[in-house]
């Protein structure tokens, strides 16, 4: 009865060893070929709380960009993923362990809930707030979802900005071009205290962090190859 008790008890704790491994693995493989390719250059990853609750929100040029933002952030991290990614063979597999889906035409009271939960109870989430690629590379109006999940969650939120993923995967492209990428993470956003309630609170907090992540666009433009 003991040895089994055992056993038992720490097979939650093996599967999350061997997940964490698996991760590691896996992170490290993304960054040795982004290296390889062209370059991975990080900034501001101290940024990052070493754990609690909070809301990486970055924008969004490359199917790339979930890839390298998993592998550069220091910590586990869960995604919110278009759906009909979770039905595309492997790759829905892999995501399913990384990620929630989302409809992008219409986001439900309980995604928002499963979001707020997640942070709540100390997880990281990453957010791409104009809810899909800017073809163009420029940012786009963010959407009211990141807004409500960041104030009913009441953690910081950190604005992200990736350099030239777009040209490392561009669109329509089956493999990677030779490109220097650069992921940026800006000081931490505090909304907690944010004025207002219901429909303009989750815009106003949605214009701030968009704000935030153009300005981290106009102050490292230059850093583009």
Request: positive net charge; aromatic residues 8%; charged residues 25%.
């Amino acid at each position: 009865m003991t040895s089994t008790g055992t056993l038992q008890d720490n097979s939650p704790k093996k599967k999350r060893e061997f997940s964490n491994s698996i991760h590691r693995f896996i992170t490290f493989i993304i960054r040795l070929i982004c290296h390889i390719n062209g370059g991975l250059n990080v900034i501001g990853k101290e940024n990052i709380p070493e754990e609690g609750g909070v809301i990486i929100a970055s924008n969004h040029v490359s199917y790339l960009d979930p890839l390298l933002l998993g592998a550069v952030i220091p910590r586990m991290s869960t995604f919110m993923a278009r759906k009909g990614l979770f039905h595309i063979p492997v790759l829905g597999w892999f995501i399913k362990h990384y990620a929630f889906p989302v409809d992008r035409e219409k986001t439900l009271p309980s995604t928002i809930k499963n979001a707020v939960t997640r942070v709540k109870r100390g997880k990281l989430l990453i957010i791409f707030p104009e809810g899909r690629r800017s073809e163009t590379g420029s940012l786009m109006e963010g959407k009211r979802g990141v807004g409500m999940i960041a104030s009913l969650g009441k953690v910081p939120v950190i604005p992200a900005l990736i350099i030239d993923s777009d040209k490392a995967l561009p669109c329509g492209a089956r493999w990677l071009k030779r490109a220097k990428i650069s992921v940026i993470f800006g000081n931490p956003l505090d909304v907690s205290n944010q004025e207002g309630k219901g429909h303009y609170l989750h815009e106003t907090v949605t214009k701030n962090i968009m704000y935030s992540i153009g300005e981290l666009k106009k102050r490292y433009e230059d850093i583009s190859g």
